[in-house]
């Protein structure tokens, strides 16, 4: 396993270790790549101890893990009160404000992170920067309704600061990326002086009608886990506290 990976792993195990508890008994799921080291270190729980949980999934990715793992299914309609959700971000700055929807899950991980009564961030150590844009260059993933898509990019271009904001279009399929929820993706990069004050930029963007919603996720983690390369994890805590601890048996 090269380092990148094992650090996801690192970073998903401990998470589960100190945030998946006996007494949580609904669990949600995020999408993307560290994800899966969550739903196995869960699995490791043993048979007893998911005997009657229910896993909340944030897109078609997570629904395939959790059905494929054995969990119990189920949807934030029926639970829109989660235990603990634990998500993976595309990157993480120093106040727990991140970047989401490198996957184009953000709609519903946002929901399931609302819907937590905890809220865990899981990712490698690429993802660990004091300001939001430092390492994710691709922009701040935004979704929107398929009709507005080209009055929202003018609006970014011309009226939000995001002149270079594209349209994401699909790999092995002609035209635009269409999310699970059958919208478009918007990636708009801003300059640092935007990112700095990711709510500020957040809440502009989620103004423009035909936004669905914004992939930027202010100060809604406890605390974000992140697989080093030496075998630690760093932990940041939404009070600014930051651990460094070993890695899990
Ligand atoms: O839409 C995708 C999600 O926000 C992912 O959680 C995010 O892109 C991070 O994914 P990964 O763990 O693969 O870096």
């Given amino acids: 396993m090269d380092i990148i990976e094992s650090s996801k792993r690192l970073?998903?195990?401990?998470?589960?270790?100190?945030?998946?508890?006996?007494?949580?008994?609904?669990?949600?799921?995020?999408?993307?790549?560290?994800?899966?080291?969550?739903?196995?270190r869960i699995v490791q729980q043993g048979a007893e101890a998911n005997k009657g949980r229910v896993f909340i999934p944030t897109g078609f990715q997570?629904?395939?893990?959790?059905?494929?793992?054995?969990?119990?299914?189920?949807?934030?309609?029926?639970?829109?009160?989660?235990?603990?959700?634990?998500?993976?971000?595309?990157?993480?700055?120093?106040?727990?404000?991140?970047?989401?929807?490198?996957?184009?899950?953000?709609?519903?991980?946002?929901?399931?992170?609302?819907?937590?009564?905890?809220?865990?961030?899981?990712?490698?150590?690429?993802?660990?920067?004091?300001?939001?844009?430092?390492?994710?260059?691709?922009?701040?993933?935004?979704?929107v309704v398929p009709f507005a898509y080209a009055k929202v990019l003018q609006n970014l271009h011309h009226v939000l600061g995001s002149p270079k904001a594209t349209l994401r279009m699909a790999v092995k399929k002609a035209g635009p990326v269409v999310s699970d929820n059958g919208n478009f993706i918007i990636d708009a990069p801003f300059d640092r002086e935007k990112m700095i004050d990711p709510f500020t930029i957040m809440a502009q963007i989620k103004m423009l009608t035909g936004v669905v919603e914004v992939g930027l996720f202010c100060r809604m983690a406890k605390a974000a886990y992140f697989g080093n390369e030496d075998g630690t994890v760093t932990v940041r805590w939404d009070d600014g506290k930051i651990d460094q601890v070993a890695a899990p048996v």
């Fill in 11 to 40: 970073a998903a195990y401990t998470a589960v270790d100190n945030h998946v508890k006996p007494e949580h008994k609904v669990i949600g799921i995020g999408s993307g790549s560290t994800v899966p080291y969550v739903v196995e």
């Fill in 62 to 143: 997570s629904k395939e893990l959790i059905v494929s793992s054995g969990l119990g299914l189920g949807d934030v309609d029926q639970y829109p009160t989660i235990d603990v959700t634990l998500d993976g971000a595309d990157e993480v700055d120093s106040q727990l404000n991140c970047v989401k929807g490198g996957g184009a899950c953000h709609l519903r991980e946002k929901v399931l992170a609302e819907a937590a009564r905890t809220f865990i961030l899981v990712a490698d150590y690429r993802k660990n920067v004091q300001y939001l844009g430092t390492n994710f260059l691709q922009g701040v993933p935004i979704e």
